[in-house]
């Protein structure tokens, strides 16, 4: 099993940016994505963005030019750099990684809160 710790969510002023990181522990050698996902009140989770090993990126549509996700694999760490932040970018951001099958690899942790507010 893979184990994942995220940091580095807060607030920030619309306009502003944040620095996410999370690092995967344990079995991570079927990792072959990591990626970052959101909840905002009320709404579904939602894939923000993810990278391979390759170093293939896909980003969503409502952050694109505005988040760069980046990767160190050999510390199995992934980051999220956001920057331009909107009032609706607020929500809990967890990341997770998966396999070359697509899935998921380790259990949903507690996330780390962005809200972004003047």
């Known amino acids: 099993q893979v184990q994942l710790a995220e940091s580095g969510g807060g607030l920030v002023q619309p306009g502003g940016a944040l620095r996410l990181s999370c690092a995967a522990s344990?079995?991570?050698?079927?990792?072959?994505?990591m990626g970052w996902y959101r909840q905002a009140p009320g709404k579904q989770l939602e894939p923000v963005a993810s990278?391979?090993?390759?170093?293939?990126?896909n980003y969503a549509d409502s952050v694109k030019g505005r988040f760069t996700i980046s990767s160190d694999n050999p510390k199995k760490t992934v980051y999220l750099q956001m920057n331009s932040l909107k009032p609706e970018d607020t929500a809990v951001y967890y990341c997770?990684?998966?396999?070359?099958?697509?899935?998921?690899?380790?259990?949903w942790g507690q996330g780390t809160q962005v809200t972004v507010s003047s």
């Open positions: 997770n990684v998966k396999n070359s099958a697509r899935q998921l690899l380790a259990n």
């Open positions: 344990g079995s991570t050698q079927s990792i072959y994505l």
């Open positions: 990278i391979t090993l390759l170093g293939t990126t």
